[in-house]
């Protein structure tokens, strides 16, 4: 069973939160989908829909520590050049969260996409968090 749990937070101007609960926490990532996108199941996975090529996609996912111990992130890797993504805070206090913030640049793509983001941790059980961007870029 996995030792983290994964929602997603979602800041694309929608209101309202959106959760998929799991027994055994260690880190959260909560969420909220905008209202006129639906999202899967899988709460680690953000859908941008569709977006010019050229543009600029960006979203924000909230990580909580919902331990009782500190958890460090560490790196955070893309699966591309075109993807870049950080963290606002590193180091999390128990109850505390953080933005880690991520943008795809859709210049040179076209039809489906999918990217990934990868969330270090000091968590010895699971020490990554894969975190999903897809969509379509039309012409």
Same mark, same amino acid.
């Given at each position: 069973?996995?030792?983290? #749990? ?10 309202? $939160? ?25 709460? &680690? $996975?953000?859908?941008?829909?569709? #977006? ?14 919902? $331990? ?6 560490? #790196?955070?890797?893309? &699966?591309?050049?075109?993807?870049? &993504? ?19 640049? $859709?210049?040179?793509?076209?039809? #489906? ?27």
């Amino acid at each position: 069973m996995r030792a983290i #749990a994964i929602l997603v937070f979602f800041f694309c101007g929608a209101a309202g $939160t959106w959760a998929q609960p799991v027994t055994e926490s260690f880190l959260e990532v909560v969420g909220q989908p905008p209202a006129e996108q639906p999202q899967e199941n899988d709460p &680690s $996975t953000w859908d941008f829909g569709r #977006a010019r090529e050229g543009d600029v996609v960006k979203h924000d996912f909230d990580i909580a520590n919902r $331990t009782d111990k500190t958890v460090t992130i560490g #790196a955070i890797t893309t &699966s591309c050049g075109c993807t870049a &993504s950080a963290a606002q805070k590193k180091v999390l206090q128990p109850g505390e969260s953080t933005k880690v913030n991520v943008s795809f640049k $859709t210049k040179k793509y076209k039809g #489906a996409v999918t990217q990934f983001v990868y969330v270090t941790t000091d968590n010895p059980e699971e020490s990554v968090i894969k975190l999903t961007l897809k969509g379509e870029v039309i012409p």
